[in-house]
């Protein structure tokens, strides 16, 4: 404990960010424009940043970094205690299968338009692909550990990736309430045609309620749906990374930490800690108000990870980035937008018995 004294000005510093990101995240007016938590979190880090660049340094370091290692992972695990297996049963075969294709194609298309045409680095084309196609900030901030990145890389990368996930999850909230009223379909099917293609949880919630009908409900169910599938994509990232490092065979790997070791594969244990609380809020042995401070603290350790990544996003590190990754973010935006339409629209009919007859 005496190595960790010197977190608290640090996490003093994030707390004080946060609580205005918590305060003005509560707001409606605020919300409307796609302003959750964790996004006002970064944008007031980022802000603190630039206009006092050493506060990221010196005193506050140590707090800074142990919101972005420990802090990070811990709000990962408490997150699975927004979601239950029955939300999972409630949208039926079909509603699996269009998340399941909308999150792999987005993340094959991420990865390959960003590396091959667009000349980024993968590990940026991934996390912008991984917000895209999950869960928007939550999405970005759960895959950065297992990527193992260096500090500057950690807070250029995750500006970039969030950066697009607000402008286009923005841009979604106005989008779908008019294709709604211009497509004149039912409010059932519209609404997982939104909880499948956009970003952020609480925009997919702002659209929902826009529509109003069925679409909120059926919205909001595939939405949590697709943060399930955050657990497979960590699992499986993990290890293609660690094959492709070479690591197989090489008891000296270092652990990052962030990982632990099931035989020769290195498991993300904090995605295995989101699915146990998915579980346990699965199972009802949770309190309503037991419930309700573990998702609390899953959005306050969230924020106060992006909080201090956002500390360290200076103006520098965004003109390094360059427009390439709001390219990327574009490209999958318009592929969300148009094929996770006629996916939905038009192909769910025809995929249901095609996923039934395979299961």
């Known amino acids: ?41 970064m944008a007031f880090g980022a802000a603190a940043g630039n206009l006092w660049p050493a506060v990221a340094h010196g005193l506050c370091r140590p707090g800074i970094r142990f919101a972005q290692q420990r802090l990070l992972r811990l709000g990962v695990v408490l997150y699975g205690f927004n979601l239950s297996w029955q939300e999972l049963a409630g949208i039926g075969l079909s509603g699996i299968g269009i998340d399941v294709f909308m999150v792999v194609t987005t993340l094959g298309l991420g990865v390959l338009v960003g590396t091959r045409c667009l000349r980024m680095e993968r590990n940026a084309a991934l996390l912008i692909a991984a917000g895209s196609a999950i869960c928007g900030a939550a999405a970005v901030v759960a895959t950065l550990p297992v990527l193992r990145l260096r500090e500057a890389e950690q807070a250029r990368h995750a500006a970039t990736a969030v950066a697009t996930v607000v402008l286009f999850g923005t841009l979604s909230m106005l ?49 949590m749906v697709r943060v399930l599938l955050l657990v497979p994509f960590l699992l499986l990232l993990s290890v293609w990374l660690r094959r492709e490092r070479g690591a197989w065979s090489d008891p000296r790997a270092q652990n990052s930490g962030a990982m632990g070791r099931v035989g020769d594969i290195r498991v993300p244990w904090f995605a295995l800690g989101f699915v146990a609380c998915a579980i346990l809020n699965s199972l009802g042995v949770l309190s309503n108000g037991l419930r309700g401070l573990a998702q609390m603290s899953a959005t306050l350790c969230l924020c106060l990870a992006m909080a201090a990544f956002g500390l360290e996003t200076t103006w ?17 935006f318009a592929y969300l937008v148009g094929v996770g339409g006629w996916i939905n629209l038009h192909l769910a009919g025809a995929l249901l018995p095609l996923i039934a007859g395979s299961v």
């Open 316 to 332: 520098r590190l965004l003109r390094q980035a360059g427009r390439r990754p709001l390219l990327l973010g574009g490209v999958l």
């Open 175 to 223: 989008l779908y309430p008019a294709l709604f009223a211009h497509l004149g379909c039912a409010t059932a099917p519209f609404g997982v045609y939104v909880g499948s293609t956009v970003h952020e949880v609480a925009q997919v919630v702002v659209i929902g309620n826009a529509i109003g009908g069925d679409a909120a409900t059926n919205a909001l169910i595939v939405k």
């Open 1 to 41: 404990m005496s190595g960790e004294r010197g977190v608290w000005p640090g996490l003093l510093l994030l707390l004080g960010l946060v609580g205005v990101a918590l305060f003005l995240g509560a707001d409606a007016d605020w919300r409307r424009f796609g302003a959750t938590p964790l996004t006002l979190a």
